[in-house]
């Protein structure tokens, strides 16, 4: 088991920054892959950026070269860095967690943070 807890989420004006976190406890080392996704008003949700145990990063198209994946491995925890933000990105962020035991993978999940984007 793996448990994710984000945090970072909040109020921006457009133009502006956030940084979110999310901290990771439980079966650490089992971990493949982690990621940000997000779900806007209305909308299904989304991948945002994925970082693998190995530090490969990928991102969605809509926000590459304003936002930044990122993992501190000794605090267990990971980042993304948003800047130049948009009305658009206005959604609930959630942090993504996927292991893989004997090629029996796993999805985990953080309770999401809400990140709006106003003026």
């Known amino acids: 088991q793996v448990q994710l807890v984000e945090s970072g989420g909040g109020l921006v004006q457009p133009g502006g920054s956030l940084r979110l976190s999310c901290a990771a406890s439980g079966s650490i080392s089992r971990i493949n892959v982690m990621g940000w996704y997000r779900q806007p008003p209305g909308k299904q949700r989304e991948l945002v950026a994925t970082?693998?145990?190995?530090?490969?990063?990928n991102y969605a198209d809509s926000v590459k070269g304003r936002f930044t994946i990122s993992r501190d491995s000794a605090k267990n925890t990971m980042f993304l860095q948003m800047n130049s933000l948009k009305p658009d990105d206005t959604a609930v962020y959630y942090c993504n967690a996927k292991t893989m035991v004997l090629l029996v993978t796993a999805n985990y999940w953080g309770q999401g943070t809400q990140v709006t984007v106003s003026s």
């Open positions: 970082i693998t145990s190995g530090g490969s990063t």
